[in-house]
């Protein structure tokens, strides 16, 4: 099972159906993917471009880092010290390919890797609506 079909499948579970799906070429670049999806015939008029950043803080060197992940529209400008100031951790880097493949077995070009963000997200804006809805009521 590719992990689109796994993805799909945990997001049918919560009852949240994609409107579709594309297939497109393969993309290097976040112009590159866009000009993709442009060209791909199901794409929506409209659609927007996430990007997930993983960053590092500074820590003492016996002790186990914690990443940061981040997920935000393509075209935000992302300061890592601003952000760094924000969640109080200092010297906040881009994650190394090490510390992907350690914490979470993937590379920085994973479909995988975007997939189960995408899923988190999705999870956690359902969660927020069904508490936002709840209290409404």
Do not use: Y
Request: aromatic fraction near 8%; glycine fraction near 2%; proline fraction near 4%.
């Amino acid at each position: 099972m590719s992990a689109l079909d796994s993805t799909t499948q945990a997001l049918a579970a919560l009852s949240i159906t994609p409107s579709g799906t594309v297939k497109h070429a393969s993309a290097t670049s976040a112009a590159a993917w866009k000009e993709a999806l442009q060209a791909a015939p199901k794409t929506p008029k409209e659609f927007e471009l996430l990007k997930v950043l993983v960053f590092k803080p500074k820590t003492a060197k016996n002790a186990t880092p914690v990443p940061v992940v981040v997920v935000v529209r393509d075209e935000t400008e992302t300061s890592s010290s601003l952000l760094g100031k924000k969640l109080n951790l200092k010297d906040l880097r881009l994650a190394s390919e090490d510390l992907l493949s350690e914490f979470f077995s993937l590379d920085k070009d994973s479909r995988t890797f975007s997939l189960i963000i995408l899923f988190c997200f999705c999870f956690c804006f359902c969660a927020r609506l069904t508490n936002a809805c709840a209290s409404h009521q």
